[in-house]
């Protein structure tokens, strides 16, 4: 079983920085990517960004030169450094790790942390 546990989420202004990070603990061997998501209220889950395993990151539109997704592999961690920041980036703000059942499985699953909330007033 694998647990993600965030941290960093608050209120902060128009063009303010924050800080979100995950901690994974559990079976985290086989991880084929970890990511954030963020859900607005009426509003559908969309990607913010993502890291796959061989390192290689993609961002929303709406992320890109804005957002940095990392992950420190010695600390299980994962961070979304958001600078910049826009009311329309309000929302909760959830962590997500996709892992391989076995090394050489195409099987896998994903692992949702209990989310963040991030408010950015105007």
């Known amino acids: 079983q694998v647990q993600l546990v965030e941290s960093g989420g608050g209120l902060v202004q128009a063009g303010g920085s924050l800080r979100l990070s995950c901690a994974a603990s559990g079976s985290t061997f086989n991880i084929n990517s970890m990511a954030w998501y963020r859900q607005a209220p009426g509003k559908q889950r969309e990607l913010v960004a993502r890291?796959?395993?061989?390192?290689?990151?993609n961002y929303a539109d709406s992320a890109k030169g804005r957002f940095t997704i990392s992950r420190d592999n010695a600390k299980n961690t994962v961070q979304l450094q958001m600078n910049s920041l826009k009311p329309e980036d309000t929302a909760v703000y959830y962590c997500?790790?996709?892992?391989?059942?076995?090394?050489?499985?195409?099987?896998?699953?994903?692992?949702w942390g209990q989310g963040t909330q991030v408010t950015v007033s105007s």
């Open positions: 890291i796959s395993s061989d390192g290689s990151t």
């Open positions: 997500n790790t996709n892992i391989r059942a076995r090394p050489t499985s195409y099987i896998s699953r994903d692992y």
